[in-house]
């Protein structure tokens, strides 16, 4: 691939299936990802057998995707954060990691639903939890986890309210 314009470095908070699909698109295409998991065993599987413990168990990670259960590593340096935190737990995390987000930087949401216990959408979680001085970017399609790590054509669509990310 080319090499972007200006350094970039993409922190992915969640440690599942799509944050993992995320992560390797990245990886594979040079751009330091670090993945924010809740444990530091599952990073450390991660870092040293490039394999999940759970999730997408049958593919080899790419060396250069970085895993850490700390926040200030996965976040605090971060240009583009994604967010892939299952909708009914994001609002308490997005709270237990907001402090670490650096300020303005941009957040691609990949997490899909209704919070149950509010019925907010996640643009209303997200604005609730960081304010408004995050854009944000919503990711929508039809696309599955393994076959965005196979590295399969899949068609999404990203969406924004931001000028900044048009």
Known sequence: GTALPYPVRVGIMGGGSFALAMATV???????????????????????????????????????????????????????????????ASREFLLSVRQHLPPGVPVLCVSKGMEISTFSLMHQVLHETLGPDHPTAFLSGPSFAEEIAMGLATGVVVASRSPTLR
Request: hydrophobic letters at 40%; zero cysteines; a negative charge.
């Open 26 to 88: 990245l990886a594979r295409n040079a751009i330091p990802t670090t993945l924010l998991v809740r444990n530091q065993t599952v990073a450390d599987q991660i870092n040293q057998l490039h394999r999940h413990p759970r999730y997408l168990q049958d593919y080899t990670l790419p060396r250069s995707m970085v895993a850490t259960a700390d926040p200030e590593e996965a976040l605090s340096d971060a240009t583009h954060v994604i967010h892939s935190v299952p909708v009914q």
